[in-house]
Antibody
Framework: EVQLVQSGAEVKKPGESLKISCKGSGYSFTSYWIGWVRQMPGKGLEWMGIIYPGDSDTRYSPSFQGQVTISADKSISTAYLQWSSLKASDTAMYYC???????????????WGQGTTVTVSS | QSALTQPASVSGSPGQSITISCTGTSSDVGGYNYVSWYQQHPGKAPKLMIYEVSNRPSGVSNRFSGSKSGNTASLTISGLQAEDEADYYCSSYTSSSSPYVFGTGTKVTVL
């Protein structure tokens, strides 16, 4: 079964660092782009960026460039999203998802993780 | 990169058909056939319903169909059922500064 399994919920204080994970299985992890999506409480989906685990090529939405870091360890089929200094406004659900393809354009996200809730509060 | 524009809400009675619009620009929806639609039930992860404008992934009901005209894409749900009540998001590849963008989201209510 093709699946993405994310790490568990996190509760952090402002200024702390955090790294959440997304482990793929059931397919060739290095052959598909993995994206991260933010959903703030009661709000819509926001595309944050993507990584190609095969060579770690990474692209960011301008809204998130410099705010987060996307990385991957292909040896363990895992992608990461990390913050160096969290803010209260980072409180949200974060999803990883697999993009079905990227040739002439970036295709839809066909496999989703279950989501990781991040709560940042003093 | 601004979000694609969707109506905030759409409603219909069981058995009816409804259509959700998704308006972008020639740099995204109008320029490429990489429009997707997602369904999200409360507390759940989104689910891909349509990709490349009008293609359905395996397992998605044929009551869901997609189309595009100019800078506007549409998702039609025919034979509306109670289980279709959810939030729906469109998305598109874009040639602007960010390669991907979501729509603002539409809440579908089954009356």
């Amino acid at each position: 079964e093709v699946q993405l399994v994310q790490s568990g919920a996190e509760v952090k204080k402002p200024g702390e660092s955090l790294k959440i994970s997304c482990k793929g299985s059931g397919y060739s992890f290095t052959s598909y782009w993995i994206g991260w999506v933010r959903q703030m409480p009661g709000k819509g989906l926001e595309w944050m960026g993507i990584i190609y685990p095969g060579d770690s090529d990474t692209r960011y939405s301008p809204s998130f460039q410099g705010q987060v870091t996307i990385s991957a360890d292909k040896s363990i089929s895992t992608a990461y999203l990390q913050w160096s200094s969290l803010k209260a406004s980072d409180t949200a659900m974060y999803y990883c998802a697999r993009h079905a393809g990227y040739s002439y354009g970036l295709d839809g996200m066909d496999v989703w993780g279950q989501g990781t809730t991040v709560t940042v509060s003093s | 990169q601004s979000a694609l524009t969707q109506p905030a809400s759409v409603s219909g009675s069981p058995g009816q058909s409804i259509t959700i619009s998704c308006t972008g620009t020639s740099s995204d929806v109008g320029g490429y056939n990489y429009v997707s639609w997602y369904q999200q039930h409360p507390g759940k992860a989104p689910k891909l319903m349509i990709y490349e404008v009008s293609n359905r992934p395996s397992g998605v009901s044929n009551r869901f169909s997609g189309s595009k005209s100019g800078n506007t894409a549409s998702l039609t749900i025919s034979g509306l059922q109670a289980e279709d009540e959810a939030d729906y998001y469109c998305s598109s590849y874009t040639s602007s500064s960010s390669p991907y963008v979501f729509g603002t989201g539409t809440k579908v209510t089954v009356l």
